[in-house]
């Protein structure tokens, strides 16, 4: 069965072209009708399904960690809650599938599941791999008793993808974390062409989220100065996908100076948001999209973005915050900072990747002096629900729950054995869920 692996030709002419104008006139853009316009087996936003009789139990896991081994990877240990268990499902250099050719990637980062009709599920990687086109997205498929039955590309050819977000629709939007950074859009089951989607900005991409009662798409941006973005889709049918060949990118306005307090948030529009970013193209340089809007509100290295039940949280690694924009009224208000919130010691370091559960849980992990996944919340004390022992040369990265919110997923980046990394793909099961 035949998939397709890369989103780009091998030319670099033809990714500087692309830049140029060429989705301006609608060439290799993608549109409603390139996965079709149902959402049968699609990740519905990444809610997990099935949840309404049961509720959340990971506040109740506060306070019972405890030290299990990781099944498959006998180097590690890790601290876990009570009743859970913890398995590695794939290694950088290892087939995670004897009957797949796919050698798991390196550096895996960002990351979402998608349920699939049979009962299974697929789990997205990113690979954060710097080299020029040496980066990309594996999936690793699961059955419907979570077994992995296949790992396989489905986006090759792209530079340093960090984070990304899934779609209500069923793809995974995969972000380039360098200056001249687009946002693809990758099929999680392999079958069709990761596309590039400029209109939602050339800069340091970092995550997206979608907003699908609004029909937005947000976007952080990995620098110290960086810009908080609204995509705002020219066609995005209400319960249908949105066509991300043409909107408006908008940056975010925050009114008043005291973070600590509920803000205003008023979006402008950027003027140019694909910029040329270097002269080699001989077309100049323009102005970065995150300068366009002198207004704009700067966050210190913009990271996780996560859209539940009408709110959108995002991470800021360069103060330790997390933050909470409220679509509804269109207000900015911070969800944990480190250094005001003395009921969590020690505080999280470089808070980076984030997801949320069905029950509203916000799950962060830490790319800092631990391996730790932190819950926080506007009424939880924060406490640790993962802490990965022996990797402090790694991070932890793409906290994803499975459809059915009873398996939670995430990497270690660098895994760290000896002399060199290798990332890892763990699975902890558990009773997230109780019974109502």
């Given at each position: 069965?035949?998939?397709?692996?890369?989103?780009?030709?091998?030319?670099?002419?033809?990714?500087?072209?692309?830049?140029?104008?060429?989705?301006?006139a609608?060439?290799?853009?993608?549109?409603?009708?390139?996965?079709?316009?149902?959402?049968?087996?699609?990740?519905?936003?990444?809610?997990?399904?099935?949840?309404?009789?049961?509720?959340?139990?990971?506040?109740?896991?506060?306070?019972?960690?405890?030290?299990?081994?990781?099944?498959n990877?006998?180097?590690?240990?890790?601290?876990?809650?009570?009743?859970?268990?913890?398995?590695?499902?794939?290694?950088?250099?290892?087939?995670?599938?004897?009957?797949?050719?796919?050698?798991?990637?390196?550096?895996?980062?960002?990351?979402?599941?998608?349920?699939?009709?049979?009962?299974?599920?697929?789990y997205?990687?990113?690979?954060?791999?710097?080299?020029?086109?040496?980066?990309?997205?594996?999936?690793?498929?699961?059955d419907?008793?979570?077994?992995?039955?296949?790992?396989?590309?489905?986006?090759?050819?792209?530079?340093?993808?960090?984070?990304?977000?899934?779609?209500?629709?069923?793809?995974?939007?995969?972000c380039?974390?360098?200056d001249?950074?687009?946002?693809?859009?990758?099929?999680?089951?392999?079958?069709?062409?990761?596309?590039?989607?400029?209109?939602?900005?050339?800069?340091?991409?970092?995550?997206?989220?979608?907003?699908?009662?609004?029909?937005?798409?947000?976007?952080?941006?990995?620098?110290?100065?960086?810009?908080?973005?609204?995509?705002?889709?020219?066609?995005?049918?209400?319960?249908?996908?949105?066509?991300?060949?043409?909107?408006?990118?908008?940056?975010?306005?925050?009114?008043?100076?005291d973070?600590?307090?509920?803000?205003?948030v008023?979006?402008?529009?950027?003027?140019?948001p694909?910029?040329?970013?270097?002269?080699?193209?001989?077309m100049?340089v323009?102005?970065?999209?995150?300068?366009?809007?002198?207004?704009?509100e700067?966050?210190?290295?913009?990271?996780?973005?996560?859209?539940?039940?009408?709110?959108?949280?995002?991470?800021?690694?360069?103060d330790?915050?997390?933050?909470?924009?409220?679509?509804r009224?269109?207000?900015?208000?911070?969800?944990?900072?480190?250094?005001?919130?003395?009921a969590?010691?020690?505080?999280?370091?470089?808070?980076?990747?984030?997801?949320?559960?069905a029950?509203?849980?916000?799950?962060?992990?830490?790319?800092?002096?631990?391996?730790?996944?932190?819950?926080?919340?506007?009424?939880?004390?924060?406490?640790?629900?993962?802490?990965?022992?022996?990797?402090?040369?790694?991070?932890?990265?793409?906290?994803?729950?499975?459809?059915?919110?009873?398996?939670?997923?995430?990497?270690?980046?660098?895994?760290?054995?000896?002399?060199?990394?290798?990332?890892?793909?763990?699975?902890?099961?558990?009773?997230?869920?109780i019974?109502?």
């Amino acid at each position: 069965m035949k998939r397709f692996r890369t989103a780009l030709p091998a030319d670099p002419h033809r990714r500087r072209l692309l830049r140029d104008g060429l989705f301006a006139a609608g060439v290799l853009a993608v549109g409603p009708g390139l996965w079709g316009t149902t959402t049968q087996g699609s990740p519905r936003a990444a809610v997990p399904l099935g949840m309404r009789p049961r509720v959340s139990n990971i506040p109740n896991l506060a306070g019972t960690l405890h030290e299990v081994p990781v099944a498959n990877d006998p180097q590690t240990r890790m601290l876990v809650p009570r009743g859970f268990t913890v398995r590695q499902v794939a290694r950088t250099g290892e087939r995670p599938v004897p009957t797949s050719d796919y050698v798991w990637h390196a550096d895996p980062d960002g990351g979402a599941t998608f349920a699939m009709d049979d009962g299974g599920w697929v789990y997205v990687s990113n690979a954060e791999v710097s080299g020029w086109r040496q980066g990309g997205v594996g999936a690793l498929r699961f059955d419907a008793d979570g077994e992995v039955v296949d790992a396989y590309p489905i986006c090759t050819g792209t530079t340093n993808n960090c984070a990304g977000g899934p779609t209500p629709w069923g793809t995974w939007l995969t972000c380039e974390e360098i200056d001249e950074g687009l946002v693809y859009e990758c099929d999680p089951s392999g079958q069709q062409l990761a596309v590039p989607a400029p209109a939602l900005g050339v800069f340091k991409h970092e995550a997206a989220a979608v907003d699908p009662v609004h029909r937005h798409i947000y976007l952080t941006e990995d620098v110290p100065d960086g810009n908080f973005y609204r995509f705002v889709p020219d066609r995005y049918p209400a319960g249908g996908r949105a066509d991300l060949r043409s909107g408006r990118l908008e940056v975010a306005v925050v009114t008043g100076d005291d973070p600590q307090a509920t803000r205003p948030v008023e979006w402008r529009e950027v003027p140019n948001p694909t910029p040329r970013l270097h002269a080699g193209n001989g077309m100049g340089v323009d102005v970065p999209t995150r300068h366009q809007v002198p207004e704009a509100e700067a966050f210190d290295g913009g990271e996780g973005c996560w859209w539940h039940d009408g709110m959108v949280y995002f991470t800021t690694k360069g103060d330790n915050r997390v933050w909470a924009l409220d679509t509804r009224r269109n207000t900015l208000d911070l969800v944990y900072d480190k250094h005001s919130d003395r009921a969590f010691n020690p505080g999280i370091d470089d808070v980076d990747n984030l997801t949320v559960s069905a029950g509203g849980d916000i799950l962060v992990a830490e790319d800092g002096s631990e391996m730790r996944l932190v819950v926080v919340g506007p009424d939880v004390r924060p406490f640790e629900l993962v802490n990965v022992i022996g990797q402090r040369e790694s991070e932890i990265c793409g906290p994803a729950f499975s459809p059915d919110g009873e398996r939670l997923y995430f990497s270690s980046q660098n895994g760290w054995a000896g002399d060199h990394s290798d990332g890892r793909i763990y699975e902890l099961r558990g009773p997230f869920f109780i019974e109502a």
